[in-house]
């Protein structure tokens, strides 16, 4: 099978994106992977420091690794914003495809300090064990919480959007393989819509930095918005909070429509139907699929 990165280069080639989505269950793992396989498109499974506590970091690679085996499917697992060396290197060492040191709150040279660490021991383990892992790392901030928000959040304006000067500084001093910037994007859902995204600085960024680059906070973007980012140069695109909503939604009707069912693999399918069918759009839409 091919490498990640292999795929990433692809998709790059090609002018289509890669869909990373969040689980914190089995339900949306099945939802995604039925989305994924229905258009055979190759997929990335992300969990983040709290999601990662709530699965289990070796179930998880588990419940990858026995997907991608047992179809030979590219489905490929990423730690997502992991705060610290010591749980982006436990997730490597368990067995995660790629992770995400998420060190923004940082001053910019702490940040690059701390994602080379990443980095170098990235580099090691993956000659050790033969494999190719990816190290990817966020300049300019675009808030943490996957969910519905009331108003935009602090700190989060044009001013802390990634500069072109920054990018490049950073990508040739750490060595990272994806970099995710702050153009335009927010984790989660604003009530009042989320903004619009920057294109044009995402076609700077790539030029100047040469990398793919990742777009987070896809959740809320309009369309139009996510296919001109694509264009420009993101090769993956974050959605999490879209999919907790789907999750939501249908658990919630399936307990008011069926009060006296207790079996769970009842009252969850719907669940991952919903999640599915959200995936199912936004791959869609990523991969220029009509
Ligand atoms: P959203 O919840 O806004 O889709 O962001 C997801 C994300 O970027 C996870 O890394």
């Not at 009331?150 to 989060?156: H, I, T, Y």
């Not at 906070?217 to 973007?221: A, V």
């Given at each position: 099978m091919k490498t990640l990165r292999q795929y990433i280069k692809e998709a790059d080639e090609k002018g289509v994106a890669i869909g990373h989505f969040n689980i914190s269950n089995l339900e949306a793992l099945h939802g995604i992977y039925n989305a994924a396989r229905k258009l055979n498109l190759p997929i990335i499974i992300g969990v983040s420091e709290g999601e990662e506590e709530f699965v289990g970091r070796e179930e998880v690679v588990a419940l990858v690794r026995a997907i991608r085996n047992r179809d030979n499917y590219p489905i490929f697992l990423n730690a997502d914003h992991h705060y610290f060396f010591e749980s982006v290197k436990a997730a490597l060492d368990a067995g995660y495809d790629a992770a995400i040191i998420d060190a923004?709150?940082?001053?910019l040279e702490e940040n690059i300090a701390l994602t080379k660490k990443c980095v170098d021991y990235a580099r090691e383990l993956s000659k050790k064990e033969n494999r190719d892992i990816l190290i990817e790392a966020e300049i300019g901030f675009i808030g943490t919480s996957s969910k519905i928000l009331?108003?935009?959040?602090?700190?989060?304006s044009e001013a802390t959007m990634t500069s072109t000067e920054d990018a490049k500084h950073f990508v040739e001093a750490t060595g990272i393989d994806l970099l995710a910037p702050s153009v335009g994007n927010v984790h989660g859902m604003v009530k009042g819509g989320n903004p619009r995204l920057h294109p044009e600085r995402v076609k700077a960024i790539r030029e100047a930095v040469g990398i793919p680059l990742v777009l987070h906070?896809?959740?809320?973007?309009m369309n139009e918005d996510f296919v001109a980012c694509i264009k420009a140069g993101i090769d993956i695109v974050h959605i999490n909070t879209e999919i907790r909503v789907a999750y939501r939604d249908a658990v919630k009707k399936a307990l008011i429509e069926n009060?006296?069912?207790?079996a769970p693999y009842k009252i969850l399918k719907p669940a991952i139907l919903a999640i599915e069918t959200v995936v199912e759009a936004r791959l869609k839409l990523f991969n220029n699929i009509k």
């Open positions: 923004v709150m940082l001053p009331d108003k935009m959040p602090e700190g989060v906070g896809g959740s809320g973007s009060p006296d069912e207790v």
